[in-house]
């Protein structure tokens, strides 16, 4: 017998430490293949997470929601109040005034287009007058 003990026992004990360390390498290895299961949590972090992102929406949307109640006049949230129910009660001159303000709107646009185009006419014209040497000749 040598001091350090027995070499069959020594190989066996390496033998079952080599095997202990295969088999956690092993379950680590399944795990990470096991498609479904990473599919399952990745999924349950990302429902608790939009679900904390959505209770933050939340209470940010309510404390201003008071904010501007605290902030805001008596009169003038009266007047809202009023302004609201009489459209409410009469939406005829609410839509007339809608359709108003939307023609003019549209007219305004209307005017806008109208002078960038004569805008670019005016340039197309001097560009040509240019070109062939005659009047409007800036150089």
Not at 7 to 35: I, M, N, Y
């Amino acid at each position: 017998m040598s001091r350090h003990g027995d070499p069959t026992e020594s190989a066996r004990a390496r033998v079952e430490q080599a095997r202990e360390r295969l088999g956690e390498t092993v379950e680590e290895l399944a795990a990470k293949t096991d498609v479904k299961a990473r599919a399952r949590e990745r999924a349950a972090h990302a429902k608790a997470r939009a679900g904390r992102t959505a209770h933050q929406v939340q209470d940010t949307a309510s404390r201003t929601v008071h904010l501007v109640q605290d902030k805001t006049l008596e009169p003038v949230r009266s007047a809202a109040v009023k302004a609201a129910g009489t459209g409410r009660r009469h939406p005829g001159p609410l839509i007339a005034a809608a359709g108003l303000g939307g023609a003019a709107l549209g007219a305004a646009a209307a005017l806008k287009a109208a002078h960038r185009t004569r805008g670019k006419a005016a340039r197309r014209a001097v560009r040509r007058a240019r070109v062939r040497g005659g009047p409007g000749k800036f150089w």
